[in-house]
């Protein structure tokens, strides 16, 4: 399985996910944002950080940077894409998935780890969680707030197409375990195709029970099968 | 040669702003913070305050239709996220 992880300035996850994606046996490669073509990959994974200093809007200027074509032709032809936290708020940038993160509700950078539960567990991403499986995973951002139409927002619900959903630790998904003020409390997303994951959490930092957990674990090994 | 490019460059320049403000149905937590703490100064005949984002751009072209369309674009591609946000071009004198 190839991976490339895709660097622009002002990503600082992206050493994170390489590791845990060599944990993992992914063979990986880092790509540069002002590089033209991109190694063969089975997964592209926009990492988080603060590309470009989050100058006009989160993800504005890498989702119009140079490799991004590529990772729009590599997604378009149904290769999997993967967005943490600034990789999710790039990719709603470049349209490869519909919405927006706004500023959260509480207007404070909030880092801590919160509980997700799994709202479709029938994708590749997915696949080994089990179906309202509750995570522990770190969150670490200050524009985490999903916001999309109410037309995408009935899609997204009719097509299955929410990945994950704040929850508390008994998995009530309500007001008080929503962390940032996303619309239902959403965390994650998918395109319609399902080969495009965007999520706020980070599931690259919980791969080590040395350092945090491995509910991370399984959203990468899901993928080498 | 460089004095008189400089000339001509002033002559073919068109000034325009563009203002980027939050679409009505999505929340403002920064213009809110703002508006409270305005109240807090006393300002109690405040209303509404809604935050937004200003662009001060120069074209090199003397048509102001073909100007105007560039910074159309502009505004489509990059400065706006036309999901949450409205957008107002005006020409500057």
């Known amino acids: ?225 | 040669m460089g004095k008189q490019f400089q000339l001509n460059s002033k002559k073919n320049k068109l000034r325009f702003s563009v203002t980027v403000t939050l679409k009505k149905d999505v929340l403002d937590p920064q213009g809110k913070v703002v508006q409270n703490t305005l109240l807090n100064l006393g300002m109690s005949n405040l209303k509404n305050i809604r935050q937004g984002k200003f662009f001060e751009i120069e074209i090199d072209e003397t048509d102001q239709i073909i100007a105007k369309k560039k910074v159309e674009e502009m505004c489509q591609k990059l400065l706006v996220n036309l999901i949450i946000e409205d957008y107002k071009i005006n020409i500057l004198k």
């Not at chain 1, 989050?54 to 378009?76: H, P, Q, T, W």
């Not at chain 1, 959403?186 to 791969?207: D, F, Q």
Request: hydrophobic letters at 35%.
């Open chain 1, 1 to 225: 399985m190839k991976s490339s992880v895709i660097v622009f300035p002002g990503s600082n996850c992206d050493r994170d996910i390489a590791v845990a994606l060599e944990k993992l046996q992914f063979k990986n490669k880092m790509v540069w944002h002002k590089e033209t073509s991109l190694p063969k990959s089975d997964l592209i994974v926009i990492p988080g950080g603060f590309s470009y200093g989050d100058y006009l809007r989160s993800g504005a200027i890498a989702g119009k940077s140079l490799i991004i074509d590529e990772v729009i032709k590599a997604a378009n032809s149904g290769c999997l894409v993967l967005g943490i936290c600034n990789g999710f708020q790039i990719l709603t940038e470049t349209g490869l998935l519909k919405g927006t993160l706004l500023r959260n509700k509480n207007l404070r950078f909030i880092n801590r780890d919160v509980n997700i539960k799994v709202i479709n567990n029938q994708t590749k991403f997915s696949s080994k969680y089990k179906s309202n499986q509750i995570l522990k995973i770190n969150i670490a951002h200050n524009e985490g707030n999903y916001f999309t139409n109410s037309k995408h927002l009935d899609q997204l619900k009719k097509d299955n197409l929410i990945a994950f959903k704040y929850c508390d630790e008994n998995g009530n998904v309500n007001e008080s375990s929503n962390p940032n003020g996303a619309l239902e409390n959403i965390a994650g997303i998918y395109n319609t195709k399902k080969n495009i994951l965007g999520m706020m959490p980070h599931p690259e930092r919980m791969v080590d029970d040395i350092i945090s957990n491995t509910d991370g674990i399984n959203l990468f090994s899901g993928l080498i099968n």
